[in-house]
C-alpha cells in the first residue's frame, strides 16, 4: 500500500467517528489525527478497519491514503505556519483584500490526492478576488497542500463516459499514478474518473479466488475492478468492457504496467454491442447510480450450463423506509441503519426475479437466482447507499 489508510471526515463528526474507532480497536494510535486546512480531520486507522461496513454509515466519511510524515507525531509541530488559511491571508493583505467570513467559506473543504497532483472540488475559490492573484495563488495552495500539481474538478460529465471536467490550474502534465493494494493505476486526470471512493470493494474483489474463471467486466474504466481480478483474484482471464477512448487507453497501459495484459481481451465500445455469449463465471456489473442497462448484456455472457455469479452495483435510496421508522438523523441512528439494510434486501431480492426473467426469456430454461450477499461501498447521499449485489445464477 501507498500511505496509511485515514478515514476523512468533516471537523464536527470527527469527535464521533474518532470515539466509534477507538471503541472497536480501529484507531491507529501509532499517528496523529490531523486537521486539515480545508475543515476536514484525518483520523488514521489500522488496515483492518477497511473491512468494516458500519463505516458507511457516518456521513461523508472517504478513505485516503496519506504519507506517514504527515501523521507522524514528531512532524506535527513542524507543520505549524504552513496553514492554508494563514497563507492565503497573508496573500490577499498583499493584494489590498480582507480576510472576511466569505472568504473563509470558499476555502477548500475536500479534495483528492493523485500522486504530487491535488485535485480541488468544484465548490472553491469561486470569489472574482482570486482572479488577480492568478498563479500565485495556485502556487501558495499546492505548497500548502504539499502538492506539485494542482486542478480543479467542475463536475463529473453525464455524457455516459463519467468523464471528469477538470481543469489543470497548476502544472503542465495532467497524467496521474495512483498505487492501491500493489497495483499502479495511470490515467489523465482530466479525461478519466478515479473512483477513490471504491477502494473497500476493490479490496473485497482482490480478496476473491477466481482461479480458473473467466471473468466479464462490463464497466472497465482504468481497470478499477479488472486489475484486482487479475492481480490478485487470479482470474484465468477478464474481458474488459469500456467506451471511453481515453480510459481506454489507461486501461491498456495499466495491464502492460502491472503485467496482466496477456490475460484481457480489451472490448473497446459500447459493452451492449459486445458480440461475445455463454462465456462467463462471473461478470462484475461496476456502474453507479444503476447499471440496469447491462443487466440483460450480464445474463447473455454467463455459461448457459453451468451459470456464475454477478456483482451488480447500485444506487440504493432508503428514504421511504426511514419515513416511517420516523428517524431524525437516520444514516447514525440503529434503526436508520436497519431501514437502509431492508431497503438494500428489497432491492435485492426484486433485482434477483428480474435476472431471473431475463434467463429465462434467454435461455427458455428455468433459472435460480440466490442473493448471496449485499456489500455496502458508501453513502453516496443522504439516505443514498452504494451497494453491490452478489447474485449467483444457476440453470435448473
Ligand atoms: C463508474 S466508471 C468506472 C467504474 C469502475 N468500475 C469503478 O467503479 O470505479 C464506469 C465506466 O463505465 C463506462 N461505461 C458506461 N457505460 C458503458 C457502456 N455502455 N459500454 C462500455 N462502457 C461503459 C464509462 O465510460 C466509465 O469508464
Known amino acids: 500500500m501507498e500511505g496509511v489508510p485515514c478515514l476523512r471526515v468533516s471537523h464536527c463528526r470527527a469527535q464521533k467517528l474518532r470515539e466509534y474507532l477507538q471503541s472497536q480497536k480501529f484507531l491507529d494510535r501509532s499517528l496523529c489525527i490531523v486537521k486539515e486546512d480545508t475543515g476536514t480531520v484525518l483520523v488514521p486507522i489500522l488496515p483492518s478497519c477497511l473491512l468494516q461496513h458500519d463505516l458507511i454509515f457516518f456521513k461523508d466519511v472517504t478513505v485516503v491514503w496519506c504519507q506517514p510524515s504527515v501523521m507522524s507525531k514528531k512532524e506535527k509541530g513542524r507543520r505549524r505556519g504552513d496553514n492554508l488559511e494563514d497563507v492565503l491571508q497573508e496573500l490577499l493583505e498583499f ?34 478576488l482570486w482572479k488577480k492573484m492568478d498563479q500565485r495563488l495556485w502556487r501558495a495552495v499546492a505548497k500548502c497542500l504539499r502538492a506539485k500539481r494542482l486542478a480543479r474538478m467542475n463536475r463529473i460529465s453525464s455524457d455516459g463516459f463519467r468523464s471528469p471536467q477538470v481543469t489543470l490550474l497548476l502544472g503542465e502534465q495532467s497524467w496521474v499514478k495512483h498505487v492501491d493494494n500493489g497495483i499502479t493505476y495511470e490515467f489523465d486526470v482530466t479525461k478519466c474518473m478515479f473512483s477513490a471512493g471504491n477502494i473497500t470493494e476493490k479490496l473485497r474483489v482482490a480478496g476473491l479466488d477466481c482461479s480458473g474463471e473467466t471473468v466479464v467486466d462490463l464497466y472497465a474504466g482504468i481497470g478499477y475492478f479488472t486489475l484486482p481480478y487479475l492481480v490478485h483474484a487470479g482470474a484465468a482471464h477478464v474481458h474488459a468492457c469500456e467506451w471511453n477512448p481515453h480510459a481506454v487507453e489507461a486501461l491498456r497501459k495499466n495491464l502492460a504496467t502491472n503485467r496482466v495484459r496477456d490475460r484481457c481481451t480489451v472490448h473497446s465500445g459500447d459493452n451492449r454491442q459486445v458480440q461475445l455469449c455463454d462465456i462467463a463465471d ?46 431524525a438523523d437516520a444514516d447514525d441512528s440503529v434503526s436508520g441503519k436497519r431501514a437502509a439494510r431492508e431497503a438494500w434486501q428489497a432491492w435485492a431480492d426484486v433485482t434477483a426475479n428480474h435476472i431471473a426473467c431475463i434467463l429465462r426469456d434467454l435461455t427458455a430454461a428455468t433459472w435460480r437466482t440466490n442473493v448471496q450477499h449485499i456489500e455496502p461501498v458508501k453513502s453516496y447521499a443522504p439516505h443514498v447507499h452504494h451497494v453491490v449485489l452478489d447474485l449467483e445464477c444457476r440453470p435448473i
Do not use: Y
Open 95 to 128: 493584494h489590498g483584500e480582507n480576510w472576511t467570513k466569505e472568504v473563509r467559506e470558499d476555502l477548500p473543504r475536500s479534495f483528492q490526492r493523485h500522486g504530487d497532483l491535488v485535485l480541488l472540488g468544484h465548490n472553491c475559490f469561486l470569489l472574482p
Open 282 to 327: 462471473r461478470v462484475n456489473l461496476g456502474l453507479i447510480p444503476s447499471s440496469e442497462d447491462g443487466w440483460p448484456v450480464a445474463c447473455r455472457l454467463l455459461k448457459k450450463t453451468t451459470g456464475g455469479v454477478l456483482h451488480i452495483h447500485q444506487n440504493v435510496t432508503s428514504a421511504n423506509a426511514v419515513a416511517s421508522h420516523a428517524v
